[in-house]
């Protein structure tokens, strides 16, 4: 019963490690770290280094669920949309007037977009719709 309530204890703690760690690659080292410090506090209140294999697989066990679970739960964080506190809700999901789905921001111009990275080089002043296709004035050549 110990065994049991010592991994849900572990996972209740990778809570704490996304809250307080929040970047992947640094959750081993956290995890690890607070194994090892239940180690040393065991072995001063103790007074001698645990010898029972089921204790020492216990926190092999529970180490492992930790790091797993939080890199985990880091990654998908990591992973979530990012919000700039922009234009977002249902009121402003519609077509706008550049024809793209992006929101604008009110009394903006056409060529204001929130998106990142997403519609470089379009609606360009030439008439191309893509900025790396585009047709140079006077060459005919495509750019390259």
Partial sequence: MLGLVW???????VVYLLLLVS??????????TIHFLHLII??????????????????????????FLGIWACRWRELQPISFGGMSGSNN???????SSQ??????????????????????????DEYEMSLLKGTGDQAV
């Fill in 7 to 13: 991994i849900l204890n572990s996972g209740i703690g």
């Fill in 42 to 67: 065991t072995v001063f209140y103790t007074r001698s280094v645990p010898s029972n294999w089921l204790w020492w697989g216990l926190q092999c066990a529970s180490a492992a669920l930790m790091t």
């Fill in 93 to 99: 999901t519609g077509r706008t007037a550049g024809g």
């Fill in 103 to 128: 929101p604008q921001a009110d009394g903006a111009d056409e060529s204001f977009s929130l998106s990142r990275g997403r519609g470089r080089g379009r609606n360009l002043p030439d008439g191309g």
């Fill in 23 to 32: 970047r992947s690659k640094l959750i081993p080292d956290f995890a690890l």
